[in-house]
């Protein structure tokens, strides 16, 4: 009697078996699905960032140029004004000078503290973890405490 019973008990183990061998290859296939699926958004999500910050960028850089050329036209003009007061009330022509370049430093300290100011910004937003980033992360967390 031990015989026939025996192979029942097996062929449902196999079946059982079979069973779970389908379950675990239906959950990879789904899981391929969803890291596939995060995967293309993640893509979308860096190619949206990575868009807007070129954005900023050519922003930036028009902005810089305009303000350089602009910059440049003014410091003439007032260096020639500048000078010809200091001329006309007999301030010898190197106090207007001096005060230009003091002018000049004073501008260029500024131009150089808005600069930063812009490259901490594009620093900032270029490594700041959109949602779609962080849930990946939270995703591999996931998976390795699972299969711990």
């Given at each position: ?7 029942r008990?097996t ?28 995967l293309?958004l ?9 868009k ?8 930036l850089?028009?902005?810089?140029t305009?303000?350089?050329?602009s910059g ?10 500048i000078?010809?007061l ?12 001096a005060?230009l370049?003091?002018?000049g ?5 500024i ?24 849930s ?7 998976l ?5």
């Amino acid at each position: 009697m031990n015989g026939p019973e025996t192979s029942r008990s097996t062929g449902s183990y196999e079946a059982q078996d079979q069973g779970l061998l389908t379950l675990f290859a239906e959950l990879k296939d789904g899981l391929l699905k969803l890291l596939h699926q995060e995967l293309s958004l993640a893509h979308v999500e860096i190619e949206r960032r990575t868009k807007g910050v070129g954005q900023a960028i050519k922003g930036l850089s028009k902005g810089v140029t305009v303000t350089a050329i602009s910059g440049i036209v003014t410091a003439l003009a007032g260096a020639n004004l500048i000078v010809q007061l200091f001329v006309a009330f007999n301030f010898p022509e190197w106090v207007g000078w001096a005060f230009l370049m003091t002018l000049g430093l004073l501008a260029l300290f500024i131009g150089q503290s808005m600069c930063q100011s812009a490259t901490l910004a594009l620093r900032e937003e270029s490594s700041a973890e959109g949602p779609l980033i962080a849930s990946l992360k939270e995703d591999k967390e996931w998976l390795e405490n699972k299969l711990k």
